[in-house]
């Protein structure tokens, strides 16, 4: 899949970024905003960590 993976997560890390500012705005429950949240940050480590090379 080359880069197109990583690239993805990223815009889903960045969907979901904006997901969780919306929900807060609107003041939606906590638990909403949260596991949003932590989801985005998931995506985000996931993208990132796919790009780092391999020391194989």
């Given at each position: 899949?080359?880069?197109?993976?990583?690239?993805?997560?990223?815009?889903?890390?960045?969907?979901?970024?904006?997901?969780?500012?919306?929900?807060?705005?609107?003041?939606?429950?906590?638990a909403?905003?949260?596991?949003?949240?932590?989801?985005?940050?998931?995506?985000?480590?996931?993208?990132?960590?796919?790009?780092?090379?391999?020391?194989?």
């Amino acid at each position: 899949m080359g880069a197109a993976l990583p690239t993805l997560l990223l815009i889903l890390a960045g969907v979901l970024a904006g997901g969780t500012w919306s929900l807060y705005r609107q003041g939606a429950p906590k638990a909403a905003v949260l596991i949003t949240a932590a989801l985005a940050v998931l995506a985000t480590v996931a993208g990132v960590l796919w790009l780092l090379p391999d020391n194989g």
